[in-house]
């Protein structure tokens, strides 16, 4: 069997695209069944439980735990203001009263009469949910969020930072190789989705940062310039909550690399388009990878464009691969043969392999677990 | 489940993250060994959503390897082993264990952070679990600042400690009333109750159910994890804690009724199968032994020291040190430059730390050139380290089950104990994962094992050859002699023995002499040459190996100079029998701890020289 699967990453001109809007506890759900919507749009909200803030009444009045309840001025569920006093001891002779100041606003959550401990509510926090792909509502899921569906035209990205961000697509590099340097930035760029082409470093980042950039997409980047710009050596690939005033999508990965000729021409192809990216990236089970969306009109036959593919390709003698390890990283050719037989690699182990062949014309072996498919 | 003289004929599964890994173990004249092995995608998540899909799946393989028909037309799995028309049918028990979806995360809670609180920890560890976080009274977190953490957690369940029996009853129950307003999310979303296991103050039960008594939460209340000060009593709350992780969490997690349904023992959470079946091995044998499994996102360590007269299991998992996923926290850990003293070959800092990440983002690409596997190893070598540096911290004193002790000690323990893992005192060092059992020599394991566990005395080292550990685990619950001849037959892959000194001396100066004599047809195996005789003076500064091969044995008879203690005490001879394997004998005299030369060209040649000498590199 000449043939095997490797995962790839989507790019897509045109793709049937869901997505699941969810709010993190239950609430109110805003859009209906067949309702469209912009990326922007609030399309659910809900109230989170307020933080609380416990309180030692008990040490703070001086007093027994058991005796708190009696001295309490305020019951569970009523309102407090900050510094209000919500209990106060009967002191001696009707003197020497101890009292207790609420150290927030909010109700009574609780009082207890084994601890002496007492906590208050603050007030709920609103939470809401936007809808981030333009499209319909094909299945609203009560109390819940919302299924959104529409033809996009799809670029997932292999790394990114910050969440998510909105904007209309501006090319900033005229190659796929060309580096995204700071000179290249400009100030009409500020909300936009700039795309470059090879690797951007933390200069740039910092410029369009300061021009208030939305996001930036680009080929690779260098670890140091990912250390410089978030402050810190990011761990594990878990990302998408960083503030750091902007979302970037990097489609190859690190080091001196260009974004892939397909990927450049597609999104080159968008410029102009309003767009929503999310840097998000998870690199554990249930794989999440950063993206540029961008919504089309739908198809003119009216069907619409293909659902979207699970991202697994098959491999076979002829098909256009990607290598994502050393010693020939970023590189792309094609598969011109697919050895049964495990082959002992320069390292010594032992591995299935595949042979690769560049447009020069030389081939190279390595390990089918070392590249990525490219959809054409 | 039958009975276990009964037994002949055993599946045994382990439902990974990624894959479900099947094996058969059949007697054999009278002897268990382990015949076949299968494997497939876990098809835990979508769009398969159920369990068993992937069991069938894998133990297909075995059945068509093994020409033993296992799975009926309905797709069960056939009971018991019998012969139908000339041909072997079934098994006689099946058996489980399962990481899948995450294993089992848990929070736990205890007063004192060092106390209950450390308790709690350890049983939680002890049972399987990844612990997501730590709460106490005196964490240093401000009680909104610990609701909040609990507010963000999605744990399965949480085991709340604290207090001794008869003592203070408020700290525990103010942690209890922290727990209930901050409703935790549970995993599984919004119908399941959150179990909370109360293990603490046992006057403090009925404030704690009060404290508690609220809806989406499912309280259960056991023994003190701490009755008293100096004894600890850990058995209860991980036995509540399997039963909670089954009644719960696995009965939630698609396919896991009907595969429960389906097993004849308990299904356990994988590493609380690998700490069972490594104190069993400790226990039978008599030793102390450590086990280690470095992946691709973790790294744990068990640890099994006898203490006391008493053997003492611990367990530690370092969430983030890792191959893959958690490369680059290693890196960012132990540091680039504690990484590099271990490659010999020159490299690029900044290409390494693009590589480093690139290995991050595409986790399951290998390295195809030496270069790339040296650096791997090296950073193997740093994790492995780091980890179990946190299990020496973790395993100490007053850890384990029912411990006396005097209060003194208890006093003296207030600043977290003393570790009881003692190198010195360590027999067995047993390694698995991809990084360690999968390196294309041997030689390069056992350097690999004793370059970041240094090893002193006598240390018989072994990798896990399949990752059976978890399923013989289950088994030994079952049928403890099948799960032992397993292990030292099938399980077990001999790397060798490693001998060093405890302390260090000048490089070139006298250290030890040293006597190697093969025993001829040791443990069955033919004497054929591979094994050579030693004797000599081994000075300090050295990594010397001495062929043996697996399966051979040597009498051994070291004497370090005065001063210098090889395990019978400063200046004393030592002499025992060792085991062979890939990588020999391995004579270690580069010192405890172990010190690399400072200057880079020094210490690439030592690494080198000392990586040719084991075989490591040609």
Not at chain 2, 353 to 368: A, D, E, G, S, W
């Amino acid at each position: 069997m000449a043939t095997a699967y490797t995962p790839g990453l989507k790019v897509a001109a045109r793709t049937r695209h869901r997505v699941r809007r969810m709010l993190p506890i239950a609430g109110e759900v805003l859009v209906g069944q067949g309702a469209v919507v912009a990326a922007r749009d609030v399309i659910a909200r809900a109230a989170m439980p307020g933080d609380l803030t416990p309180m030692n009444v008990a040490s703070l009045l001086g007093a027994q735990p058991a005796d708190v309840p009696e001295f309490m001025l305020r019951r569970e569920g009523e309102r407090v203001e900050l510094n209000e006093v919500i209990a106060r001891t009967r002191g001696i002779f009707g003197m020497f009263k101890a009292e207790c100041r609420a150290k927030a606003s909010g109700t009574i959550e609780s009082i207890s009469a084994a601890t002496g401990q007492v906590i208050i509510r603050g007030p709920s926090l609103p939470v809401e949910v936007r809808a981030y792909l333009a499209g319909k509502v094909v299945e609203p899921i009560p109390e819940e969020g919302v299924v959104i569906e529409a033809d996009v035209a799809l670029v997932q990205g292999i790394f990114g930072i910050g969440g998510e961000a909105f904007g209309t697509i501006r090319l900033a590099c005229a190659r796929p190789d060309e580096p995204l340097q700071e000179e290249l930035l400009r100030p009409e760029m500020a909300g936009q989705i700039v795309v470059g082409g090879g690797r951007v470093g933390v200069q740039a980042l910092r410029k369009a940062r300061e021009i208030g950039v939305a996001a930036v997409v680009s080929g690779g980047l260098d670890d140091s310039d990912l250390r410089e710009f978030l402050g810190y050596d990011l761990g594990v690939a878990i990302t998408g909550s960083e503030q750091v005033g902007l979302t970037l999508v990097i489609t190859e990965g690190f080091g001196e690399i260009a974004m892939a000729e397909r990927t450049y021409r597609l999104l080159r192809s968008l410029e102009g388009h309003e767009a929503s990216a999310n840097g998000a990236t998870q690199i554990r089970a249930g794989v999440m990878r950063p993206e540029v969306i961008v919504p089309l009109p739908s198809g003119s036959d009216g069907r619409g464009a293909p659902p979207e593919s699970s991202g697994a390709g098959l491999l076979e003698i002829g098909t256009p691969v990607r290598i994502v390890r050393d010693p020939h990283f970023g590189l792309i050719g094609r598969v011109s043969a697919l050895p049964e037989q495990p082959y002992v690699l320069g390292s010594g182990s032992k591995a299935r392999v595949l042979e690769v062949r560049f447009d020069s014309g030389e081939a190279v072996v390595v390990p089918r677990a070392n590249v990525e498919l490219i959809e054409e | 489940m039958g009975d276990p003289r009964t037994i002949r004929v055993v599946v045994a599964t382990d439902c990974g993250s990624t894959t479900t890994k099947a094996i058969l173990i059949e007697e054999q004249e009278g002897v268990f060994r382990q015949t076949h092995r299968g494997e497939a995608p876990t098809t835990v998540e979508a769009p398969f959503a159920d369990v068993t899909i992937g069991v069938i799946n894998a133990v297909t393989e075995l059945q068509e390897l093994s020409g033993r028909r296992l799975v009926d037309d309905e797709g069960r799995i056939i009971r018991p082993a019998r012969m139908e028309n000339g041909r072997p049918i079934g098994c006689d028990i099946y058996i489980s264990t399962s990481s899948a979806g995450g294993g089992l995360q848990m929070m736990v809670a205890g007063v004192v952070r060092e106390m209950t609180a450390a308790s709690a920890k350890r049983a939680a560890l002890g049972a399987g679990a990844i612990v997501m976080d730590t709460i106490a009274s005196n964490d240093r977190r401000r009680p909104h600042e610990q609701i909040q953490r609990i507010r963000e957690l999605r744990p399965d369940m949480i085991l709340v400690s604290g207090g001794t029996d008869g003592g203070d009853m408020k700290k525990v129950v103010e942690i209890a009333e922290l727990i209930a307003p901050a409703r935790p999310q549970p995993r599984f979303g919004g119908k399941y109750e959150l179990p909370v296991i109360f293990a603490g103050n046992r006057d403090a039960a009925s404030a704690v159910r009060d404290a508690l008594a609220v809806p989406g939460i499912a309280l259960s209340v056991v023994d003190n994890l701490r009755p008293t000060l100096e004894q600890e009593n850990l058995g209860p709350a991980r036995d509540r804690i399997h039963d909670v992780f089954l009644e719960h969490v696995m009965a939630h997690a698609p396919g896991y009724d009907r595969l429960m349904a389906w097993t004849d023992a308990p299904i356990m959470p994988t590493p609380g199968a690998v700490g069972d079946i490594l104190q069993t091995i400790a226990r039978r044998r008599g030793i102390n032994a450590v086990g280690v499994d470095i992946g691709g996102a973790t790294t744990d360590v068990f640890s099994v020291f006898s203490h006391e007269g008493a053997p003492v299991f611990n367990r530690t998992v370092s969430a983030n040190l890792g191959m893959s996923y958690s490369i680059s926290n290693v890196c960012a850990e132990a540091g680039l430059d504690a990484i590099m003293r271990w490659v010999h070959l020159p490299m690029d800092d900044r290409e390494l730390r693009n590589r480093v990440k690139n290995k991050m983002i595409r986790p399951t690409t290998i390295p195809q050139t030496v270069e790339a596997l040296v650096f791997e190893q090296a950073v193997a070598r740093e994790a492995l380290r780091l980890a179990y540096q946190q299990h020496k911290e973790f395993a100490t004193t007053l850890s384990g089950v029912q411990q006396q002790r005097t209060v003194g000690d208890t006093f003296s323990q207030s600043s977290g104990g003393r570790t009881i893992v003692d190198s010195m005192a360590l027999d067995l060092l047993v390694a698995s994962g991809g990084v360690l059992s999968h390196a294309p020599r041997p030689a390069q394991t056992a350097l690999m094992l004793i370059d970041s566990f240094e090893p002193e005395g006598f240390t018989t080292l072994a990798k896990d050859s399949i990752f059976m550990m978890p399923h013989l685990g289950v088994l030994a619950s079952v049928h403890e002699r099948a799960a032992m001849e397993v292990f030292e037959r099938d399980c077990l892959v001999h790397l060798g023995t490693c001998i060093a000194p405890r302390g260090e001396g000048r490089e070139g100066k006298p250290c030890l002499s040293c006597r190697i004599e093969p025993v001829a047809g040791a443990n069955g195996a033919a004497d054929d040459g591979s094994g050579a005789a030693f004797s000599g003076e081994i000075p300090w500064g050295e990594l010397r190996r001495i062929p043996l091969a697996e399966g051979q044995e040597a009498s051994a008879r070291v004497e370090p100079v005065r001063g210098v203690d090889v395990g019978a005490g400063p200046g004393k001879p030592v002499e025992r029998r060792v085991r062979g394997g890939a990588a020999g004998i391995v004579i270690d005299t580069r010192g405890r701890p172990l010190r690399l030369p400072e200057e880079r060209s020094a210490r690439c040649a030592a690494v080198a020289r000392w990586m040719k000498e084991i075989g490591a590199i040609d």
